[in-house]
């Protein structure tokens, strides 16, 4: 059910021209590498213009949006706005740059600015009558003609997604062995009773499952984070986990007690009552498998609540050694769609929620590092361009963990659809018709434990369930 996702060094690649177009643009963000490949291009005959309104006669684009400056979110949205305008000037091919080392590993952003692979897979989906390929280009800055001519080579190889380190090793990222399950493994990473796992998301959904069953192999402690506040359960109302239910319930209680039920508040008080009901039946699972678990409402995408909160579970249950990151928000739209507060809310919850949480974690080393990604990142998906290029930060900043933390074990796990949490009947239905299985949530959490606890401490990235389409990475573009 699960593989490996590895960098492979690429040796047979064609070396033909860096493009088939003679009027290309390039967008201004690093002013000084766009000057230097205009000049390369230009050497070649092309027709290159430094600008980040190409006119309507451009025909290729490369955006240099995510190699400038502005904060990591914001350079993301400024790409795909870029990539839309594009697009709908009827332009034909788009390359979009990162520098993530060359070899999507390393490079000055630790993979903050790393979602570009993200973007390319979805618009490809998107937009199938559009060329769109990503570079990761280790930008020397000491070097920035010869950064120039590195570029020029991996656009000359043709592949859609490709790397080019600084030495000009040239590297895609594929689909690796699968990973044998372990069902009884013994824990080659334990964990010890004074550890403390912080984990964001981790009351409800799939992360709370997942906490369960490695509660049921771990003697730690559990700090879990979630925005809601738990409700007490309404009354006169019998216990449901039925929304339907729940809502005709209070709806008819308003009715008897004289008032006119207005529907935005129903919905609200039975989604925040589910909500309470849910995290307080965590918490009892939790502490019927005999370990300490505490919930803490802290909405992470804000720093001062997550350092407040970070300090309180410090003084209470001991510092935190272990991290999961298993918050995230949907809001699907299509790339022409998309707005800015759709694509915020994404990025805030998956991106700035984890910048937020390893700055109040400070330098102190973790044990063990799990980040909540999405298949969607690896294969893109239609409607979820932030969603698909957030989750590929956190597969990029996941390798940059790994440097920082090198005894840990850290795992970046790209789910496909579980038959639970965010998957709603349609998204289920999606998937179904795609002939991609659903997770179920116990295997899901085996896999998450046996991973976490036994599994191999350098694999990082992990691809998880049924592929989406051909195994071979590169294909999903272009
Ligand atoms: N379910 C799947 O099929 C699937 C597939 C691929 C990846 N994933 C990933 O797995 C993770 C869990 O997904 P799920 O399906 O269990 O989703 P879910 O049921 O919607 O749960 C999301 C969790 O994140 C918390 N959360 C959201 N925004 C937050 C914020 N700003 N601050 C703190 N907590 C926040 C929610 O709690 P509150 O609402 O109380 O804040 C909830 O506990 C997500 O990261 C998702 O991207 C899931």
């Known amino acids: 059910m699960a593989r490996e996702v590895v960098l492979c060094e690429q040796h047979s690649y064609s070396r033909g021209q860096p493009s088939a177009f003679t009027r290309i643009a390039i967008t201004g963000q690093h002013p000084v590498l766009a000057a230097s490949v205009a000049t390369a291009l230009g050497v070649g005959g092309l027709d290159v213009q430094i600008t980040d309104k190409p006119d309507a006669v451009t025909e290729e684009l490369v955006v240099t949006a995510a190699l400038g400056n502005g904060n990591d979110r914001d350079v993301h949205w400024l790409a795909l706005s870029q990539a839309r305008e594009f697009h709908r000037s009827g332009g034909q091919s788009l390359i979009l740059l990162q520098d993530t080392g060359g070899n999507f590993h390393e490079g000055p952003s630790q993979g903050w600015r790393g979602g570009m692979a993200a973007l390319t897979r979805t618009a490809a989906l998107e937009w199938p009558e559009m060329q769109i390929r990503c570079i990761d280009i280790a930008v020397d800055p000491a070097d920035v003609s010869g950064t120039a ?31 044998s399950p372990s ?9 010890a009773p004074s550890d403390v796992w912080l984990v964001s998301g981790g009351a409800r959904g799939v992360t709370a499952a997942c906490i369960e069953a490695l509660a049921q ?12 506040v738990p409700a007490e359960w309404p009354e006169n109302i019998e216990k449901t986990s039925d929304i339907k239910v729940l809502r005709r319930q209070l709806a008819l209680n308003a009715v008897a007690s004289g008032e006119r039920p207005v529907p935005s508040d129903i919905e609200r008080s039975a989604r925040h009552a589910l909500a309470g009901q849910e995290i307080r039946e965590a918490l009892e699972r939790l502490k019927a498998a005999g370990v300490s678990a505490r919930y803490y409402p802290c909405d992470i995408a804000n720093r001062q609540q997550v350092h ?4 309180l579970i410090h003084s209470e249950l ?8 298993g918050a995230g928000v949907l809001a699907d739209s299509l790339i022409v769609d998309k707005t800015k507060a759709q694509f915020d809310r994404v990025f805030d919850t998956k991106v700035v929620g984890l910048q937020n949480l390893l700055i109040a974690l400070g330098d102190a080393p973790l044990s063990h590092a799990a980040l909540f990604s999405s298949a969607a990142a690896f294969y893109g998906n239609t409607g979820q361009s932030d969603y698909a290029m957030a989750n590929e930060v956190l597969n990029r900043v996941a390798q940059s963990l790994k ?30 018709e795609r002939g991609i299985g659903l997770i179920s949530l116990q295997a899901g959490a085996a896999l998450f434990v046996d991973e976490m606890l036994a599994g191999d401490r350098h694999g990082v990235e992990l691809l998880v369930g049924d592929a989406w389409v051909d195994d071979v990475a590169n294909s999903s573009a272009g």
């Open 149 to 179: 001519q590195r570029l020029l080579t991996a656009l000359a190889t043709g592949l859609p997604l490709v790397g080019i380190d600084l030495s000009g090793r040239v590297y895609a990222l594929q689909v690796g062995k699968a990973l």
């Open 183 to 191: 069902a009884n493994a013994v824990a080659t990473t334990p964990t």
């Open 217 to 228: 192999r771990s003697t730690a402690r559990f700090a879990l984070l979630g925005r809601s």
């Open 308 to 311: 407040d909160v970070v300090a």
């Open 318 to 325: 001991g510092q935190v050694t272990a991290l999961v990151h």
């Open 403 to 432: 440097k920082r933390f090198p005894k840990a074990t850290v795992k970046s796990f790209n789910w496909g659809p579980w038959d639970s949490g965010m998957v709603d009947q349609t998204l289920a239905r999606y998937f179904e």
